[in-house]
C-alpha cells in the first residue's frame, strides 16, 4: 500500500474524531504555511537528490513532456469542464471559462510518490523512471506558474476587462518566469558552494549553508515574481555538484537524512490534513461536476501521452513502446499539490470553491487507492522491460569509453550532439568552475581515514616488533622475487583460504532517491576488507600455507618496492628507534 493511502487514512479517522466531536478543524492550511513552509523541503530534497547523469541525458523529453503535457492537460480538462457547465440541467452555468482553466491547471498537477516507490521496488528501465521522475520534479513548477496566471487573469477579469494584449503577456510571463527561476538558482548554487570552500575549520555549520542559501533562492525568486520552485530545484542541483566536494563526511550525511526528514513531515502535513478535510460540512456535491472532471482527468492524460510520445520517439535512439507509454499515462496520479492550491483558492473569486475541493478530493482518492494499488500488479503483468540501474565499476568504464569513441566519431563527421556539449561543459568545469568553487585540500572519506589509522597502527606495530638489518628493503625484494614451492597441501589449503575470504566484485553505491536509504553493506564491506588485511600481516600470524611467519620474512605492504641507498636505509632505521624511546 502506497505511504499516501496510510496518511490520508490516518487524516480520516482524526478528522471522524474532530466531526463527531462538534471541534472545529485547526486551520493548518493557509498561503503563506504551504508555500513559505511545506512546499520547499519537498522541493529542496527532489532537486539535490536528482541522479542528474541520467536527469540530462533525457532532458528534452522530460522538459518536452512535462511543459506540453502539463499545458494539454491544463486547457483540456478546463475547456471541457466549461462545456460540461453550459449544460442547463447541471446547474454549473455561474461558473466562467477562467475558473474552469484555472482548475484544470491545478488538478493536472501530477503527484508520482507511489509510482516512483513501486518502480523503485521493480526496477523498471531507466528511460521510464527518469520520465515520471523528471515529470515529478518539474511538473510543480509549471503548475504553480499556470495557477498564478489564472488568478491574475481571474482577478482582472473581475474588475476590467481582458485584452489579447494581457493573453500576451500571460504567455511571455510563463517563460520568463521558469527561465528567471532556474537563472537565480544557479546564481544561489554557485555562491554556496565558493563559501563552502574556506568552512574546512567550521565544518559544523556547512548543513546551515545548504539550507540557508537554497531557502534564499527561493525567497529571491518570489520576491521578484519569478518561480521559486524552479529557482530551488536550479539551485540544489548546483550545490549537489560543488559542495559535496568541500564538505565533511559527516555534513553530507547531516544534509541527507535531514532533508528526507523535512520532506517526510512536510508530505504528511499536507495528506493528513486532506484527511481530516475529507470529513466536515465545507463541502459542495455536484455528481455531473466531480464525476466529469474524474473522466476527463483520465481521457485528457491518455490523449496527451499518445500525442506527444510518437512526436518525441522520432528524436530518441531507444523509443518508448506502448507498454511504457501506457504506464506513463495510468501513472497520472494527483495529490498534495492539487489538494494544497484548491484549498488556497480565494473564495471571493471562486463562489463555488466548496464543489472544487470536493471535487479535487474524489480525483485525489480514485487515483492514489485504485491506481497506486492496481500499478504494481500491472506493471508486473504486462512485463514492462525492466534494467538494473546501478552499474558496475567495470560497466562504468566500458560506458563512458564508448562515450569518447561516439564523441570522436561525430567530431570526424561533423555532427554537433549532446555528446560534443557535455564535453565543452566538461572543458569548462574543469578550467574555471571547479578551480573557483572547489577547494585544493577536500575532506577525506570514512575508508580513506580509516585507512590513514591503520596504516600508523601497522607502523607502531612495527616499531614495537623491532626490524633487524635482516629485514632491508633489498631483502624484501629478493623476498618477492623468489619462487616458492609450494605443496600439494599447501594448494589446497590456499584454495580453502581464498574460497572463503573473497569477495564478489563490489558494486557502486545505489543512488539515493527519497523513498528509501542507502544500505550501509558497501562501507561494512570496505572496512573488513583493509582490517583483514592490515591483520594479516601482524607478527605471529600465518603465512596462507600455514607457516608461521616473523619480522624477518613479512613483506611490509606499506613500503615501497624500489631500490633504496644505504644511507636512506640508515635514515629510516635511525627514524624508527627515536620513534621506539618517545
Known amino acids: ?60 523529453t522530460i522538459i518536452w513532456w512535462s511543459v506540453m503535457g502539463t499545458i494539454i492537460n491544463a486547457f483540456g480538462i478546463g475547456i471541457s469542464l466549461y462545456g460540461i457547465c453550459q449544460i442547463e ?23 508520482p510518490v507511489a509510482v516512483l516507490a513501486i518502480f523503485e521496488e521493480i526496477s523498471v528501465n531507466e528511460q521510464l523512471y527518469m520520465m515520471i521522475f523528471g515529470e515529478s520534479l518539474l511538473n510543480d513548477g ?45 546564481i544561489f548554487g554557485f555562491v554556496s558552494a565558493f563559501i563552502t570552500r574556506f568552512t574546512k575549520n567550521i565544518s559544523s555549520i556547512e548543513p546551515l549553508l545548504v539550507f540557508m542559501f537554497s531557502y534564499l533562492s527561493y525567497l529571491s525568486a518570489e520576491a521578484f515574481y519569478l518561480s521559486g520552485i524552479l529557482a530551488m530545484t536550479a539551485c540544489a542541483m548546483t550545490m549537489k555538484k560543488y559542495i559535496e566536494e568541500n564538505i565533511s563526511k559527516n555534513s ?14 512536510s508530505e504528511t502535513l499536507i495528506f493528513i490534513f486532506m484527511g481530516v478535510t475529507t470529513i466536515g460540512k465545507n463541502h459542495e456535491w455536484n455528481w455531473a461536476f466531480v464525476s466529469f472532471t474524474l473522466l476527463f482527468c483520465l481521457i485528457w492524460r491518455a490523449l496527451s501521452v499518445f500525442l506527444l510520445f510518437p512526436i518525441i520517439n522520432r528524436f530518441r535512439t531507444y523509443p518508448f513502446n506502448l507498454k511504457d ?48 494499488l492496481t500499478i504494481g500488479p500491472l506493471v508486473r503483468f504486462l512485463n514492462v522491460k525492466r534494467t538494473s540501474r546501478e552499474q558496475t565499476v567495470n560497466q562504468e568504464i566500458h560506458t563512458r569509453l564508448m562515450e569518447h569513441l561516439k564523441t570522436g566519431i561525430a567530431d570526424i563527421c561533423g555532427h554537433f550532439g549532446h555528446y560534443q556539449m557535455r564535453e565543452k561543459f566538461k572543458i569548462v568545469d574543469n578550467k574555471f568552475l571547479r578551480k573557483a568553487l572547489i577547494r585544493d585540500n577536500q575532506p577525506k572519506s570514512s575508508i580513506v581515514s580509516l585507512h590513514e589509522k591503520l596504516e600508523i597502527k601497522q607502523a607502531i606495530e612495527m616499531t614495537k616488533i623491532g626490524i633487524s638489518k635482516d629485514t632491508s628493503l633489498t631483502s624484501l625484494q629478493t623476498y618477492k622475487r623468489r619462487k616458492t614451492a609450494f605443496s600439494p597441501e599447501d594448494v589446497v589449503q ?89
Open 1 to 60: 500500500m502506497p505511504e499516501s493511502c496510510i496518511l490520508i487514512a490516518i487524516g480520516v479517522l482524526l478528522g471522524a474524531i474532530i466531526y463527531g466531536t462538534d471541534h472545529k478543524a485547526p486551520p493548518a492550511m493557509r498561503t503563506d504555511i504551504y508555500f513559505l513552509y511545506l512546499l520547499p523541503p519537498i522541493v529542496l530534497e527532489g532537486g539535490y537528490f536528482l541522479p542528474t547523469r541520467p536527469f540530462f541525458e533525457n532532458i528534452g
Open 89 to 111: 440541467a447541471f446547474g454549473l452555468q455561474d461558473v466562467s471559462l477562467l475558473q474552469n482553466l484555472l482548475y484544470g491547471s491545478l488538478i493536472s498537477a501530477v503527484d
Open 142 to 186: 509549471i503548475t504553480v506558474v499556470l495557477y498564478n496566471i489564472f488568478i491574475s487573469l481571474t482577478q482582472m477579469h473581475t474588475y476590467e476587462s481582458i485584452e489579447a494584449v494581457d493573453i500576451l503577456a500571460g504567455i511571455g510571463r510563463f517563460f520568463m518566469v521558469g527561465i528567471g527561476g532556474v537563472f537565480f538558482g544557479i
Open 252 to 265: 553530507s550525511t547531516t544534509i541527507k537524512y535531514f532533508m528526507k526528514m523535512m520532506s517526510s513531515v
Open 325 to 372: 507509454q501506457f504506464i506513463i499515462a495510468y501513472s497520472g496520479l494527483r495529490g498534495a499539490s492539487s489538494f494544497s492550491l484548491v484549498f488556497l483558492l480565494p473564495i471571493l473569486l471562486f463562489p463555488r470553491k466548496k464543489m472544487f475541493i470536493t471535487s479535487t478530493i474524489v480525483v485525489i482518492y480514485f487515483t492514489v487507492f485504485v491506481k497506486g
Open 494 to 582: 590456499m584454495k580453502g583460504i581464498l574460497t572463503n575470504s573473497l569477495y564478489r566484485v563490489r558494486q557502486r553505491t545505489s543512488s539515493y532517491v527519497k523513498y528509501n536509504l542507502p544500505k550501509e553493506d558497501s562501507e561494512r564491506q570496505n572496512r573488513e576488507i583493509l582490517v583483514r588485511r592490515f591483520s594479516s600481516i601482524r607478527k605471529g600470524s600465518s603465512l596462507p600455507w600455514g607457516r608461521q611467519t616473523d619480522a624477518r620474512n613479512v613483506r611490509f605492504l606499506s613500503l615501497p618496492h624500489n631500490s633504496y641507498n644505504a644511507g636512506q636505509y640508515n635514515q629510516q632505521e635511525s627514524f624508527q628507534g627515536n620513534f621506539c624511546k618517545k
